[in-house]
């Protein structure tokens, strides 16, 4: 019954910034904890990013680290993922997900039970 909203791909230069959203239906139990993915065609889908929303404490993929900030606005029960200096090689389907089953590693897709429609990402050289 939980549902995820995503917006804010596009396409851009590299060296450019875009932000996504990730609108849930509610908030509680199962939307405490959610994350960002990306999946290129062929290629697994990969972590970007993690947030743990009653403490706001994040975790990034190596290779955002230091160009990806997320964040959320709890009024809007809204999530975040700022990207900026993007490169070629952040082209991307990204998708929000939650419902992290207990215990689950953030960082693996089948933990999650709910997930985003997805949002392009194009970075052009």
């Known amino acids: 019954q939980v549902q995820l909203v995503e917006s804010g791909g596009g396409s851009v230069q590299a060296g450019g910034s875009l932000r996504l959203s990730c609108a849930a239906s509610e908030y509680g139990f199962s939307t405490n904890r959610m994350a960002w993915f990306r999946q290129s065609p062929g290629q697994e889908r990969e972590g970007v990013a993690y947030?743990?929303?009653?403490?706001?404490?994040?975790i990034y993929a190596d290779s955002v680290k230091g160009r990806f900030t997320d964040s959320q606005d709890n009024a809007k029960n809204t999530v975040y993922l700022q990207m900026n200096s993007l490169k070629p090689e952040d082209t991307a389907m990204y998708y929000c997900a939650a419902g992290l089953r207990t215990g689950g590693v953030w960082s693996s897709p089948s933990n999650y039970a709910y997930w985003g429609q997805g949002t392009q990402v194009t970075v052009s050289s």
């Open positions: 947030i743990d929303r009653p403490s706001g404490t994040t």
